[in-house]
C-alpha cells in the first residue's frame, strides 16, 4: 500500500512537472516573435532543449504506464 501511495504522489508531481515543461515552452514560443534576432536564435535553441526534455520525460511516463 505504501509503495502505491508513493508511486502514484511521484506520478503526480511528474505530471505536474511536465505540465510547467509544457507551459514554458508555449511561453517561450509565444513571446519570441517580440525579441531581437539574436535573442531569437538563443532562445528557440533553450526552447528545443526543454521540449526535448519534455519529450522525453513524457516517453518515460508513457512507458510506465503500459
Known amino acids: 500500500m505504501v509503495n502505491s ?3 502514484s504522489a511521484e506520478r503526480k508531481n511528474t505530471i505536474n ?5 509544457a507551459k514554458a ?12 534576432a539574436s535573442e531569437q536564435q538563443a532562445t528557440l535553441e533553450t526552447t ?4 526535448d526534455e519534455l519529450a522525453g520525460d513524457l ?8
Open 5 to 7: 501511495t508513493t508511486s
Open 17 to 21: 512537472h511536465l505540465r510547467w515543461q
Open 25 to 36: 515552452v508555449a511561453n517561450l514560443l509565444s513571446a519570441v516573435h517580440l525579441l531581437s
Open 48 to 51: 528545443i532543449r526543454l521540449a
Open 59 to 66: 516517453s518515460e511516463l508513457a512507458r510506465g504506464a503500459a
